[in-house]
T-cell receptor
């Protein structure tokens, strides 16, 4: 069963705590992305990775960190420096790097993070 | 500024009726335009993707049109079903960037 999985589906965090969201894909895609979705707004790019051991900041990277140690995994850490972390987080992947944002992206089911 | 505007923000229609969703963009230079369907609490799923030279593309009951001159696209849904209730997102690609619209929330009532 190929696809992108994200876990957990729901996550609650106290203020001041770091939390890591998981994203795994078995599509053999080179490129992976993290987006944030807020009500009434379009998806905003946090970080993306075109290849293992390489990643670039997106439009709203402050307060977030990522790693890409394996092709199939791209975890996102929401740090205590992120001022308004409550949101729906979506992970995506596409076949190739190089110009990954021009290739069709496949999305995971999302993680809803709530800061208490 | 590169923007994608979608209208209406939300729409309620009766099952079996048709509807049309609009997308206007100011993105330049344009590469392609995609429509995604997003069910509540789920990730977006691609419906269609159109390049500069394509005017129409269909996927079952979904038909997307593109007018690159006026920078407008529409998504027409025929004979709506309850399962069409979702958010529909227009995404425009330019270079190596994507610009997402805020989406139109469609609710189909029986």
């Amino acid at each position: 069963d190929g696809g992108i999985t994200q876990s957990p589906k729901y996550l609650f965090r106290k203020e001041g705590q770091n939390v890591t969201l998981s994203c795994e894909q078995n599509l053999n895609h080179d490129a992976m992305y993290w987006y944030r979705q807020d009500p009434g707004q379009g998806l905003r790019l946090i970080y993306y990775s075109q290849i293992v051991n390489d990643f670039q900041k997106g439009d709203i990277a402050e307060g977030y960190s990522v790693s890409r140690e394996k092709k199939e995994s791209f975890p996102l850490t929401v740090t205590s420096a992120q001022k308004n972390p409550t949101a729906f987080y979506l992970c995506a992947s596409s076949i190739r790097g190089g110009r990954p944002l021009g290739n069709e992206q496949f999305f995971g089911p999302g993680t809803r993070l709530t800061v208490l | 500024k590169n923007q994608v505007e979608q209208s209406p923000q939300s729409l309620i229609i009766l099952e079996g009726k048709n509807c049309t969703l609009q997308c206007n963009y100011t993105v330049s230079p344009f590469s392609n335009l995609r429509w995604y369907k997003q069910d509540t609490g789920r990730g977006p799923v691609s419906l269609t993707i159109m390049t500069f030279s394509e005017n129409t593309k269909s996927n079952g009951r979904y038909t997307a049109t593109l007018d690159a001159d006026t920078k407008q696209s529409s998504l027409h849904i025929t004979a709506s079903q309850l399962s069409d209730s979702a958010s529909y997102i227009c995404v425009v690609s330019y270079g190596n960037k994507l610009v997402f619209g805020a989406g139109t929330i469609l609710r189909v009532k029986s």
